[in-house]
C-alpha cells in the first residue's frame, strides 16, 4: 500500500472501530457495566473471533496485515498519552487519608494473586511452548503472570465508585486509595520484567519501549495543580474517546476465542477465572478485616479491587507484542479479564445493598 491508500484505509478502520465502540459503550449502563467493557467487547468483535468468522473477506479488507503496523502505532500513542492521564489521577489524597487500610490492603491484594499467578506460571511453563514463548525463562513468565493476575485497573474501579455515590464515604475512599497503590506495584513488577529482557541496555531503546510505564510515573510524580488540571483537560478526551479505542480493535485483531474451542482450554479459563478472583477477593477482604473494617465491607473492597479493564489489557498486550505470551494464553488471559471486571459491580452491589447502616467511626455513615 501506497502512503495514501494507509492513510485512507486507517480512516476507514477509525470509523468504523469508533462507531463499534460508541454502540458498544452505549448498551452497558443499561445492564449496570461500565462503558470500558463494551468498547473492549466492540474490538474483539471486529477481530477474527466474530467479523473475521462471520465475514472472513470483510474482516480482512477492513484489517489487512499490512495495516496492522499503522494501528499498533496509533493504540502505542494513545496509551501513553492515556496512562499518563491515569497517572496524574492518581489521588495522593486518597491515599494520605487512608493510607494505613490502604498499603495493607493493596500489599493482600498483590502478594496473593502474585503468588497465585507465579504457580500458576510454574505449571503453564511446563507446556514448552504453547503458553509462553521459547525465549522466555522461567522466571521471567512467573513474574510476568504474577504481575498480570496483581493488577486492578483504577479508571474502571474509580467508576464504579462514582456511579455507585460512595465516592465520599470511608469504603470508596480506602477502595481508591487501595487501588491506586495496587496499581503502582503491579506496574512496577512489570518494569522489572521488562528490564530483564533488556540484553543490552540501551537508554533511547529503554525508553522506547517502556513508554506505556514511563508516561505512568511522569504522571503520577507531577504536582498536584492547575498544569495537571489543564493537561487532563485537554488529553483525556483525544486519549479516552479517539486513541483508546484503537488499541481494543488491535487487541481484538488478537483475540481468537475459537483457541478456546477444547475441554481443556476451557477448563483452564474457568481455572484462571477462579484463581484471579479468589487472589484478590480474599486477600483484599482479609486484609480489610485485620484494618477494622466490618465484614461485608470487607467483602465489597475485596469484588471492588477485582476489577481489571483496561489496565490488564495493556499488560496483556505489552506482553503479547514484547514476546513473553502466545495468543492462546493472551487469549485465556483476555477472557479472565472480561468476566472478573464484568462480575466485580454486580458482586460489589449485591454486598452493599445487603449491608446495614453503620457509623464507621470516622463520621461517614457505612451502607
Known sequence: MSNGQLALQFLVQL????????????????????RVIGEVIAGILLGPSLLGLLAPSLQHALFPPESRAVLSAVSQI??????????????????KQAYRGAFLISLAGVVLPFGLGVALAAFLYADAGRFFTANVTSWQSMMYLGAAMSVTAF???????????IGGTALGTLALASGSVDDMIAWTLLGVVLTSLDRNFDLVGFIASHAVFLAFVVGALLPRGRLTETLSRRIEPIASNVLVPVFFAFSGLSTQFALLFTAELLWLSLVVILIATAGKTIGCWGAARLAGRPHREALAIGWLMNAR????LIILNIGLQRGLITPTLFTVMVTMTLVTTMAAGP?????????AEVPDGEGVAVR
Not at 309 to 312: A, D, H, K, P, V
Request: charged share 15%; with cysteine.
Open 15 to 34: 470509523s468504523v472501530i469508533l462507531i463499534a465502540c460508541r454502540a458498544a459503550g452505549a448498551l452497558m449502563p443499561r445492564i449496570g457495566q461500565p
Open 78 to 95: 494513545g496509551l501513553v498519552l492515556y496512562m499518563f492521564v491515569v497517572g496524574m489521577h492518581l489521588h495522593t489524597q486518597f491515599i
Open 155 to 165: 479508571p474502571v474501579l474509580a467508576r464504579i465508585i462514582q456511579e455507585r455515590g
Open 309 to 312: 479493564g483496561l489496565m490488564e
Open 347 to 355: 458482586l460489589f452491589e449485591w454486598t452493599w445493598r445487603h449491608s
